[in-house]
């Protein structure tokens, strides 16, 4: 056979790896406020060009530009950056602690608290977010007792998960927070049916639902796209592309040229890409989103572009397989100080403020943890064994109850 | 009371269910205008509107996935699978979502689904569309398992695995919808008109999950089976002449484990029969329970009459199909020691 005529199996790799400058060439970042802003009852056919720009608010000088440009009172803004705040900080001691033994795992959403933060504070008490495990700043915007969070993470007698789940799979139903689970993407048709199942009852709630980019390969992703396709289910759709999956680079879940946010076309739903990073930009995406759930008129995709600048959890060393600089170098930013520049712009922060904030929102979290770590770490304190085999089923079959009994002679009680 | 085949009386009581209960809603593949494949859901959409019972896409996973959804919302969402053989590209929601969304959210969230779809051969299905599954639902801890024989308890099972609050798994043995099937296919294929479990009760009533049901009380052996099986198995035991006691387990998962071992302990022998293949089947199961629990009541092994450990083939039915040859030979032998 001719060389011209064999075949060449394409891998796709990542512009950088360790050892390696920080590339983030081939990265277009339109102009804050440059992308236009469609009519949110409009046309979907009208919109296949959004999924390919990117929608941001915040331009350098923390100015909010642009038809996207959302009205959101400073007391919001200041609760978003209250939210954002504490989960970095409450990441970055809960990351400690798990370093120092008092818990078997844990997971920062370092470099993405705006997106849970700014849409919990832009949707309605009962609407439900179906979350991956890095939207913290949901529950945070929402005022979820931190003990309850330092709680499960020890798998304590007081965790409200009875000791049922790894660290940080939370479960909130007051707090429109769905059970988590270490599974991915297994909830996003949950999402999808919540949202029919509110269409079906003439309920006005609507449906939030996450992936990482990297989930957008299951088969999960797309039956729930064609769900929400079919039904005009009233949910927004979210696809957090952090940049990386593990190890995994983006380009190993979606080929060059193309976005995560284009996918929404082949489902006839609405696509928009957005900065992540941009508190307003997520904000008003949201509310753009939500009008058109509220209006009947379905589910939208929304792909926020953002950058995991920790590693995916305690168990992975991220500096293995991208430049240890990285995430220095990334473009769109912290969201922290984009939104802290925003609302020292407008007049309504400064750094003392911002001093006394981070102050009394570490003292809050040193005081949970003290809390927390009296009633005890992992291992140290558990609720009751016989929790074990309650929740099976609704009501415990004779295994549950003989194995119980069973277990309890095991342990002499 | 009416006499109904199993399609009726299962068309019956999703009606039913649809008439009383607003949170309840039927989707699958087919089930809406045409009434699905088996014509389960016939006219239902006609009667109650199309949100209540529509079609969907060809997405095992998708539907499974909604309806849990759904779940959590507070309705009681009843999916058909179309066949069983099809169950598994959803079987990580049903696994990992439905069985245990109770369990780790500590109650906060729970998946009252019911997840109806055709198993079981005898109808030249091939692989694709003879398979019975219940084992691989029976180890997966949050779900319950349901398989009817008869109109009778088809229709009382399916309410009260609508209104159940767990997760249900309800297989329905194609072979049965219109006719008892005794495994002896060069026979004439009998309806259900005239026989007495197919008399049912037009209105609503429950049969419980988790009672087995004593088909034929007698002394010599006990013989469990479910499904088609129950009626193979009956007509083994009649053909054989021995004082067989047959019960129908009903629900694999919860197991009536009382029945089971009190008609053991009682014959002192047993024959488990299913048409799933033998390595890892329930009757594995059932036959490590017996040992368990009754083991000094036991005068001979526990025998098993199951599919052979092959795939469901085509042309091979009749050999690979437990009839009441393979099981009347599993008597005999359980009789001999």
């Known amino acids: 056979m001719p060389d011209e005529k064999r075949l060449q199996l394409h891998i796709p790799k990542p512009q950088a790896r360790p050892g390696e400058p920080v590339n983030f060439d081939g990265l277009i970042v339109p102009e804050a406020g440059s992308v236009r802003r469609p009519e949110p009852l409009g046309c979907e056919a009208d919109m296949r060009d959004m999924p390919f720009s990117l929608v941001r608010v915040l331009d350098e000088n923390g100015c909010a530009v642009g038809p996207w440009a959302p009205d959101i009172s400073p007391d919001v803004l200041r609760k978003g950056l209250r939210a954002m705040l504490l989960t970095r900080l409450f990441d970055d001691k809960l990351f400690r602690l798990q370093r120092q033994g008092k818990t078997s795992f844990y997971m920062k959403s370092t470099g993405e608290e705006a997106i849970g933060a700014a849409q919990s504070l832009m949707l309605g008490q009962g609407d439900m977010c179906f979350p991956t495990y890095r939207v913290l700043s949901w529950l945070m915007a929402r005022d979820y007792p931190l003990i309850n969070l330092v709680h499960q993470i020890f798998s304590n007698e007081k965790d409200p998960l009875k000791g049922r789940q790894l660290p940080v799979l939370y479960s909130a139903r007051e707090y429109g927070f769905y059970s988590l689970s270490g599974n991915l993407g297994s909830r996003f048709g949950h999402a999808v049916g919540w949202a029919m199942a509110s269409a079906y009852k003439n309920d006005d709630k609507i449906a939030l639902g996450y992936v990482g980019e990297g989930t957008t390969a299951e088969g999960d992703f797309h039956e729930a796209l064609t769900f929400a396709g079919v039904y005009r289910a009233p949910a927004i759709l979210c696809v957090t592309n952090n940049q990386w999956a593990i190890s995994t680079f983006a380009g190993i879940a979606n080929p060059r040229d193309t976005t995560f946010a284009a996918k929404a076309i082949g489902y006839g739903i609405p696509g928009l890409r957005v900065d992540g990073n941009d508190f307003l930009a997520v904000c008003a995406a949201t509310q753009w989103a939500a009008e058109r759930a509220h209006a009947n008129l379905g589910s939208t995709l929304i792909e926020f572009f953002t950058y995991r600048a920790a590693g995916h959890s305690t168990s992975d060393d991220p500096t293995k397989y991208r430049p240890i600089d990285e995430p220095v170098h990334w473009p769109l930013g912290d969201p922290i100080v984009r939104l802290k520049a925003h609302l020292t712009v407008i007049g309504e922060w400064d750094e003392a403020r911002h001093d006394a904030l981070t102050a009394e929102l570490t003292e809050a979290i040193n005081a949970a943890v003290r809390e927390g770590e009296a009633v005890g770490t992992l291992g140290k304190s558990k609720p009751s064994v016989a929790e074990m085999f309650e929740g099976v089923f609704k009501e415990p079959d004779w295994r549950v109850i003989e194995q119980r009994q069973e277990l309890g002679k095991e342990l002499g009680l | 009371m009416a006499s109904m085949n199993m399609i009726q009386a299962l068309n019956n009581a999703l009606d039913i269910t649809l008439a009383s209960d607003p949170d309840t809603l039927i989707f699958g593949e087919d089930v809406g205008y045409f009434g699905g494949v088996f014509r389960v859901t016939d006219k239902l959409q006609e009667k109650h509107g199309l949100t209540r019972c529509f079609d969907a896409p060809i997405s095992e996973g998708g539907i499974i996935a909604a309806a849990i959804g759904m779940g959590a919302y507070g309705l009681r969402p009843v999916v058909e699978i179309q066949f069983a053989d099809y169950i598994l590209p959803a079987f990580d929601q049903l696994v990992s979502e439905a069985a245990r969304l109770r369990y780790r959210s500590n109650g906060e969230f729970w998946a009252p689904l019911t997840v109806r779809s055709p198993y079981g051969g005898g109808i030249f299905g091939g692989q694709t569309h003879s398979q019975s599954p219940e084992a691989i639902f029976a180890h997966i801890t949050g779900l319950k398992t349901i398989i009817p024989s008869n109109p009778y308890d088809a229709k009382g099972l399916l309410i009260s695995a609508i209104e159940c609050d767990d ?109 799933a293949s033998r390595f890892g089947g329930f009757g594995a199961e059932l036959s490590a329970l017996i040992q368990e629990r009754c083991f000094y009541y036991l005068k001979a092994p526990i025998g098993r009459v199951c599919g052979w450990d092959t795939p469901y083939p085509h042309a091979f039915e009749w050999d690979y199909f437990p009839g009441p040859a393979r099981i009347i030979r599993a008597l005999n032998s359980a009789m001999e020691n």
């Not at chain 2, 049965?176 to 026989?195: C, I, S, V």
């Not at chain 2, 009956?234 to 002449?241: D, H, M, Q, R």
């Open chain 2, 167 to 275: 997760p249900v798994v309800f297989l329905e043995p194609k072979r049965l919808y219109n006719g008892p099937f005794e495994g002896r296919p060069d026979q004439a294929m009998k309806t259900w008109a005239g026989h007495k479990d197919a008399e049912v009760p037009e209105g609503h009533y429950t049969v419980p999950l988790g009672r087995a049901a004593i088909t034929r009380p007698g002394n010599e052996v006990t013989v469990l089976a479910y499904g088609t099986m129950v009626h193979v198995a009956l007509s083994a035991i009649e053909e054989s002449g021995l004082d067989a006691e047959l019960i129908d387990l009903r629900s694999i998962v919860p197991l009536d484990i009382d029945t089971v071992t009190a008609s053991v302990k009682k014959t002192g022998r047993c024959v488990i029969v299913h048409e």
